[in-house]
């Protein structure tokens, strides 16, 4: 294996990208991943905050102390995952970062590996998701994302400029993959709408240093309407426009606990915007 | 096969390791440095932490070829008044996590020197004692300077 670090856009040629490396890292020692090649990005993935835009190569660490981002995001960053980590980790991964589903990471074939069944539904599924759970499972880790969704941001990558909503896709049979993003795709930047007041609430399993059981972030636009995504409950960030979508929720049968909850954390954070 | 370099607790080291091999595989077995745990091997338990240019961080999920900056171990903090306060404190049962809590307690300290219990808990957090030994380590981070 060898390692690139290419201090140009241009010298991008194939390869596993890796900025922090703390997915990267981990799912090649699994052989969840594998590469003769490895292209460290952070000599060419912007870093820091400017105005509303936000380079993919911040760290949480960074957001999570920086005045200038909405409180969402903000309180996203410092609730999501250690110390270590966050001071590791950049923006730009934690959008991209895998399930952890345990039977993917422990390398079941299936469905989001390519097979024929979803090895969760049937077995052991006490984390996993209420919507759109029917093909595969798996609750989107990312708190940030769900922040980011609910605030309206938009991403912009080497080849193109998209919503953050619209980096992710539900798996199905013939595509995978819960992500958009092209072979060759980097992000570089997230850009912030005008946003009024944000939220961001998160149920863990212990009071810090975990991933989301479920997260609910609320922003309030320009018009006045709220927006609200959630972690932790479907395949990708997951957008309700109110409480009663809650109804329409098809949890698994360990599941079920989850509809509750996030309907307690959504009215939590709507009153707190009220 | 390829060449590295690395400073470690302000000492030079030129290496040649295959590219994939982690920090702490050669803080271990290459340095020798030992004082570095092992023990999830996946980024959650905090047992391996060490400072990079001051900054507490994985080292069993960095590639040694990709680190950017000079490391501290444990092997760096040996005069540290943490130390003592963790003996103080008695806040050491098996003592694996240790030399990582106080990795990490070093850095806090560095840029806060009187932490409240709230900023401790969030600071400390990806430090993992599976004695549970943390009321103990909250006390000696609090009484630190003696
Ligand atoms: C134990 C653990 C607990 C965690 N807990 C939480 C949690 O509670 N909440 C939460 O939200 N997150 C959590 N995370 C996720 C963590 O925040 C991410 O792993 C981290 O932010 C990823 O960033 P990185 O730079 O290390 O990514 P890397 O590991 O370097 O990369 C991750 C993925 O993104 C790709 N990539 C990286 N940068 C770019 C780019 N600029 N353009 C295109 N592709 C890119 C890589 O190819 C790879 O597929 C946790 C992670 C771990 C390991
Ligand atoms: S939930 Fe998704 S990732 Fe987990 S076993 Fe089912 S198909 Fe695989
Ligand atoms: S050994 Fe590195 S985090 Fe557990
Ligand atoms: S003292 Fe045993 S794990 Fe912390």
Redesign the interface.
Known sequence: MELLRPSSLEELDGGLLLHGGTEVVPLLREGLLETERLVDVRGVVPRGVDGAVIGAGTTLAELEVEPAIPDALREACRLAASPQLRSMGSLGGNLLQATRCWYWRLGYDCRLHGGDRCHARDGEHREHAIFANEFCASAHPSDVAAALVALGARVRTNQRELAVEELYRLPDEGNRSTTTLESGELLLEIELPPAGASVYLKAMDRKRWAFPQVGVAVARHEDGSPRIALAGVAPIPWRIEGVDDLDAATPLPRTEWKVPLARALVRRALAALA | M?ALRLTVNGGEHVLDV???T?LAQILRDELGLTGTKIAC???HC?AC?VQIDG????SC???A??V?GEVTTIEGLREHPLVEAFVRADAVQCGYCTPGQVV?AAALVAANPQPTREEI??????NICRCGTYPKIEEAILSWQG
Request: hydrophobic share 35%.
């Open positions: 390829s295959p590219v994939g982690s091997n996946e980024g905090g932490t900054v507490p961080q994985l999920i960095t590639l070829h990709a950017e990490s808990r969030h600071a400390m957090a990806g």
